[in-house]
Structures are given as C-alpha cells and as structure tokens.
C-alpha cells in the first residue's frame, strides 16, 4: 500500500453547514428508516397536534356563543343554541381543556422519539472525536470542545421540540384563523391580519439575523472564557508553583469582560426586538378591534362577534410573541448544531483501508522500513529510519530532544501514517489493518501515566474489559503496587483523583504498568517511562518494566541510558536518522555518540549521589 498522500498535511476544513443543511442532518433521527415504531410515534404526535389546533381555533364559538346568549340573541348552530349561556360555557370550558390535553398527548407520544434522537447524535458525537487523529486533539482546547458540543446537543433538543412543534403548529393555526376571519367576517378582516404578521415576521427576522451576530460573539467569548477556566484548573499545580493565581484571575476576568460586554449588547437589542414587536402586534390587533366595533355600532355584527374577533386576536398574538422567542433560539440552535456538525464531517486523518483485516501477531516481530515522517511537511521529523527487533527481543532507542524517538512510538500506535516507508509487525503493514487490532496488539507505559478520576481497581481493570478482581490484583503484583494499595484505607477502592493527582509519580506509573500487564499485549512500548522519575524510584519501577517485558517484543524509549544499558541492541538517534546501532559495550567502545551521552548522564548521576 503506497501512501500516496502524505498524512502529515492536516484535513481540510469543511465549511460550515448551512441552516437548511444542518436541518437535512437532523431529519434522519426522527424518520429513520426500517424503525417503524419511531414512524408510528411520529405520526400520532403530529395527529394530536393537529386536533390540538382544529380544537383550538373552534373554541372562540363556543365563547360567542355565550356572550350571545348572555346578552339575549340566540344566533349560531341549533346545538350551540339549545346548550343555552351555562351550557355554552361548559362547553367552552372542555373544549380549552381539549386543547390542552391534545398538545400535552403530543409530547408524550414524542418524548421517546426525541430523547432516542438526541442520545443517537451524542453517541455518534462522542465516537467521531475518539475517531480523530491525535494531530486534532493536541491542538483543540478542551473547554471550547466541550462546550460546542453541549451547545450542540441542546441545539438539537431545541429543534426537535420546537421546529416541528411550533413552527408547523404556528403555521396551521394562523391559516386556519385567517380562513375563520374571512368566512365569518370578511377579506378585510384576513387583509389586516396578513399584513399584521407579514411585517411581524419581517422586523422579527431582520433583527433577529443582526442579533445573531451579536450572540454569535458573546457564544465564543463564553468559550474563550470557559477554555481558560478549564485549562488554569486542569494546571491547578502549575498555577500553584509560580503563584500565579492572581494572573490567572485577571486572565478569566479580561476573558469575562470581553463576554460581559457581547452580553449587554445582546440583551439591549433584545429589548429593541420586544419592543418592536409589541408596537406592530398592538397596531393590528387595535385595527381589527375598531373595525368589529364600528359593524357591532352599525348592527351587522353582535357582541358575541367582537369577543370572538378578540379572542382570535389574542390567540394571534400570543403565538406570534412566542415566534419571535422560537426563532431567535432555532436560529442559534442551527448556529451551534452548525458547529457541532462541522465537527461531525471533519473527516479522520488515519481511517482502516477499504477490507482491512485484523492484525494476526505470531511472534512480535516489528519493523521500520525506510520510514518517513513530518508533521508539518516544511520540518521532516524522520528521514529513512530502518530498525528490525525480532519477536521476544528488546530493542531501545535514545537520542536528543527532537530526534524522533517518541514520534517512532506514535507511528507504531498508529496515532499517525507514515509519509514514506512502511511500518511492520510479522509482515503486515500497520495501513492494511485495522486500527483497533493495531492498538489491541501494543501495550505503551508513557512518560507520564495519566489515570481516570476513579478507583484504583478501574484503572488497573481498564486494561482489559471484564477483568476478575483476582486479574487486576495479580496484575498489582506483578507491577509491585498491591502492597502499597491494600495498605491503603480503602484499598483497591481509593479514588486517585484528577487525572491521577492524589498518586505519587512512581505509584501512577505502576497502576499504569500494571494496567498494561492485565492487557496482556505481544509488543511493549516503554516511552521514556520512568525519564520523569527520581533515580530510586526509577530503580524500582525498572524491576516492574523488566517483568512486563519477559516473553514479548519491547520498544523502550529512553532518556536514561541507565535503564536501558542491557537491551538487545541500542540505537541512536539524531536529527531524524539512526547514527548508530549496537549492544551497550560494542557502543561504550566505539567512542561516538552514545559513549559522550552515556560519560555526560554517569556524570550527572555522580554529582546527584554525592549531593
């Protein structure tokens, strides 16, 4: 498999999804194809809400017909008229309560859709950003990922809600009411009515489509914000060390002003959009009630008629106020959906080729042939880098800061493709495989082994799914911490904390090699795993490492010669090519680059022993 696109070029970034666009994404979850009881659910939820109008509209009638009767005129259907003012009055009574009834069905036939929808779109959410490349996440801030994807998540909630159940149902009613007012009353009556929501919808959408902009900007300065809240916190002990937390306060502060004042400008153009909004509302509906004044003056209409053009007024307005609240909301929702989805269509920069099969370990062989990389094609980080490390065999790498050691365990991992060359385990190009076989075959202990906030035994079981409560203690033993935790109060049950942070370093290292030994892999990767350890702890976290290593392939990167002096070859790396190759005495003797590294640590290690 030739790879014919260097994957060190980041994927482009897509556009930003368009409103109706991102309404085409959200469409599939409510009618998604084959799951008939979603479709059934549908159906009746939007049944109910169309008797829910139809009974809506009908109900002025029956308020009509009472004040008709009240004030002594029996005019209408006979059924109205025999009911007589009480019984008119019930009726209209049952009729709101019908009403309410139907739109209250409405909801709970499609709580199940809506919920099912928006546990879909999360899921698929949180898959695709496992599914990015490492490239992506070390150069995304955590607190803005996570807010566009809570903003996301309830942008879909809201327009499941309200898009389909407000927009539509506000539609059907002001049909049906101008149909009402043009057939009971006359043309004029629909005219004004028309031109009333015309320029209600026309003032409400310009201003709204201003404000967007605005809000559009106190979103990101709210995520600026809420990114410098997360990464001061998550560098808690940093901001410790260099007392800096006045900094970090003023640093919040500038970044709560900048919102502060995206916020004021929000909230004053909110108050110019109500404003706005009630004058126009107000004109129509006092134009319609002097019209149905001057015909009950001039005895072509009763009192009863006034009443129910009011009540369809007030029926007009209310769900016409709340248009204004539902489309600035779907207009931000599609806003941040747009993001969200945005994040859904960046494509993955390493994807399982078309018929990858799994990776079949025999014996652990691991190869780099001629392997190329750059993660920024103007900076080649390895320039033809060739190493075999035979199945059960230990090879180390040492070198600079720079020289590619870790990037060698990126590519292994997969967490990258190589621009050149090719990277091989028993003869099987990592590209032809499939990543998650890639991943199950090597097991890595970094330079800093971070732990999930939970117990000691979830971690150490992380290593493998289903693992027994004797598994993760005999896995403790191995990796030479079972005494230390059962000397603990809760034992195995003590929470670690915040990425580990309740754990010494050389503790968090052995729940990480313990939780590598329960997975049980044919090839280690040890990158610089005790590089950021004291000398005495390193010392005992070696033994730990060494019995990990027994009967399988390992890859040690090393920043202390010390730890790596009785590997099965030792190669050196520099500026991206190996320099030099051998076993730690054919090296000493040589005299090169290796010897200088090695006089220069022994140096350092005197003069700490001696301190």
Sequence with gaps: MSPATPAAAPAARPGRPSGWRTIRRVAPYLWPPGETWVHRRVVGALLALVLSKLVSVATPFFYKAAVDALDGRAEGPAAMVALGAVGVTVAYGVARAMSVGFQQLRDVVFARVGQRALRQIALETFRHIHALSLRYHITRKTGALSRIIERGVKGVDFLLRFLLFSIGPLVL???????????????????VVAVTIWLYSWF?????????????????????????AVDSLLNFETVKYFAAETREARRYDAAMARYEE??????????????????????????VMVMAALGVQAGRLTVGDFVMVNAYMIQITMP???????YREIRQSL??????????????????APGARALAVRGGEVVLEDVHFAYDPARPILKGVTLRVPAGHR?????????GKSTIGRLLFRFYDVTGGAIRIDGQDLREVTQASIHAAIGVVPQDTVLFNDTIHYNIAYGRDGATAAEVEAAARLARIHDFVVSLPEGYATRVGERGLKLSGGEK?????????LKNPPVLLLDEATSALDTQTERAIQESLHAVGEGRTVIAIAHRLSSIADADEI???????????????ALLARGGRYTAMWARQSAEEAREAAE
């Design 173 to 191: 009613e002001l049909v049906l009411i101008g149909a009402v007012l043009w057939w009971v009353f006359d043309v004029w009556y629909l005219a």
């Design 204 to 228: 409400t959408f310009r201003v709204t489509e201003w404000r967007v902009k605005i809000r559009k900007e106190m979103n990101d300065q709210d995520t600026d914000a809420n990114q410098k």
């Design 262 to 287: 995206a916020a004021v400008r929000t909230n004053n153009s909110l108050a110019f959009l109500n404003f706005g909004q009630a004058l126009l509302i107000t004109a129509g509906l006092v134009a």
């Design 320 to 326: 016409l106020n709340f248009l204004g609240t539902v």
């Design 335 to 352: 806003v941040d959906m747009g993001e969200m989805f945005e994040l859904l269509e960046r494509p993955a920069e390493v994807t399982d």
């Design 395 to 403: 090879l180390a790498i040492v070198g600079p800061s720079g020289s």
């Design 509 to 517: 290292q052995r729940v990480g090699i313990a939780r590598t030994l």
């Design 571 to 585: 190669v050196v790396l520099e500026d991206g090519l190996v320099v030099e190759r051998g076993r730690h005495d």
